[in-house]
């Protein structure tokens, strides 16, 4: 199971962080990775981090921006987001796969899901 927590509002220029805490599972054998939902638009990639954390990869419009990182002994997955932009404003999801694969931007290749995180970028 999967739990993300940290949206909210913030105005534009400001920062936020996720957490996306895991349960139920090693979450050290877990690829996860970061996706949003804009209103009326599908899901995007954000970032993946592999499993031990040393390494990362980003979707082009959020790179230098966020940062996604991990914690394995609180079983947690962080995603770091600063200078927040208007177009920023989605429901952030956090997910997990078993794959060997790294990266995986597709979220066909997740299996496991959290529930959502608002984050409200107003000018």
């Known amino acids: 199971q999967l739990q993300a927590s940290g949206g909210g509002l913030v105005q534009a220029g400001g920062s936020l962080r996720l957490s996306c805490a895991a349960s139920?599972?090693?979450?050290?054998?877990?690829?996860a990775g970061w996706f949003r939902q804009a209103p009326g638009k599908g899901r995007e990639f954000v970032a993946t981090?592999?499993?031990?954390?040393?390494?990362?990869a980003y979707t082009d419009s959020v790179k230098g921006q966020f940062t996604i990182s991990r914690d394995n002994a609180k079983n947690t997955v962080y995603l770091q987001m600063n200078s927040l932009k208007r177009e920023d404003t989605a429901v952030y999801y956090c997910?997990?796969?078993?794959?060997?694969?790294?990266?995986?931007?597709?979220?066909?290749?997740?299996?496991?899901w959290g529930q959502g995180t608002l984050v409200t970028v107003s000018s």
């Open positions: 997910a997990a796969t078993r794959s060997v694969n790294f990266p995986l931007r597709s979220y066909n290749s997740y299996n496991y």
């Open positions: 139920g599972r090693t979450f050290s054998d877990y690829v």
């Open positions: 981090i592999n499993r031990s954390g040393g390494n990362t």
